[in-house]
């Protein structure tokens, strides 16, 4: 798959995906940009802004499979990969795959089940397996899942340890909808759901090619500086307590290659870099005022701050 056609493609789905979420191109921009980086996402938003609306609307656009898990104190790691039972007709343990075999997964409040099954899909999002009972099971591609929290209430959750919110690629938030496009809610939805008639553009084996495709897209000696000069700026920053990681560098170049895949380019412009360097790195730092009683800036702000300060290289 050529540039164009990766651009016409993620066109199709994001429009596929607006006529159900109303006003949200740029974030649904975002993450399709994600899934042809092969990355994930976690929502960090407030209950009722479409969340799973929107992930089913993805799973119909490209005729995907999709499962939802409602993450609770209880739930088990077994519970997400799967378990093997003792078949009385077959006289032998069978394996019963667990939702993570899917090629759409919403870990709904993930924030809200224990650390042991939290880190079950640790290895499924950063090798797309699952390993049970000894046994290693490939996951199929394309594999995605969209985490999502509830940032308002805190009692009776467990917060992401770094090393699982760094297997983020993005963390987004959809908020609240401006009133014109809240106006249009309640119009398309009186009747029926959009959701319902949603049909699909595309199939899963275009967004495994397209996936292989941007990693072909060409990133040039300068522009990959750029991205090295505005992760050491995050290690280096006495705003900074934790700085971003390897992963988050590469997590980095990969989504600026998705984001020019989308624009019709095969080439990384700095512009693609600062583009989607919030969403990417945001997540990965932890700043000095994190844990004090009065935060006096966000872990977005200080990531513009550095794209405004890191020169821009020019050709």
């Known amino acids: 798959m050529d540039n164009a056609g990766i651009a016409e493609l993620s066109g199709k789905i994001i429009g596929n995906i607006g006529s159900v979420i109303y006003g949200k191109d740029r974030e649904i921009r975002y993450i ?4 042809l980086s092969a990355g994930h996402v976690l929502l960090d938003d407030i209950p009722g802004t479409g969340k799973t609306t929107l992930a089913k609307a993805l799973a119909k656009s490209i005729s995907a499979d999709f499962k939802r898990v409602q993450f609770t104190p209880d739930l088990l790691p077994s519970d997400l990969t799967g378990i093997n039972f003792f078949s009385q007709k077959e006289n032998e343990f069978i ?6 075999f899917t090629n759409i997964l919403i870990a709904d409040e993930i924030n809200r089940t224990t650390p042991r099954t939290q880190s079950a899909l640790l290895e499924c999002m950063g090798e797309a397996q699952a390993t049970v009972d000894g046994v290693t099971y490939k996951l199929k591609p394309p594999f995605f899942v969209i985490a999502t929290e509830n940032p308002i209430e805190s ?14 690629l993005m963390k987004l938030a959809l908020g609240y909808p401006d009133r014109k496009n809240e106006l249009s809610v309640l119009n398309e939805y009186t009747l029926v759901s959009p959701l319902d008639r949603l049909g699909a553009v595309c199939g899963r084996e ?33 705003r900074i307590r934790l700085g971003v990681s390897p992963r988050g560098t590469l997590a980095l170049m990969r989504a600026s290659q998705a984001w020019a895949a989308t624009d019709g380019r095969d080439y990384v412009l700095p512009d693609d870099v600062k583009a989607v360097a919030v969403p990417v790195l945001s997540h990965r730092i932890i700043s000095r005022s994190q844990g004090t009683i009065r935060l006096t800036e ?4 200080i990531i513009e701050y550095i794209l405004d300060t890191v020169p821009v290289p020019v050709a």
Do not use: C, M
């Not at 399709?32 to 899934?35: E, I, Y």
């Not at 009692?155 to 983020?168: H, K, N, V």
């Not at 966000?298 to 702000?301: E, G, P, Q």
């Open 155 to 168: 009692q009776g959750t467990f917060p992401l340890p770094e090393a699982q919110t760094d297997r983020f």
């Open 206 to 238: 275009d967004i495994v090619a397209a996936q292989e495709a941007v990693r072909g897209i060409k990133v040039s000696a300068l522009v990959k500086q750029y991205i090295v000069d505005i992760v050491s700026v995050t290690r280096e920053s006495d």
């Open 298 to 301: 966000s872990n977005a702000n």
């Open 95 to 100: 394996f019963r795959p667990g939702p993570v």
């Open 32 to 35: 399709v940009t994600a899934l």
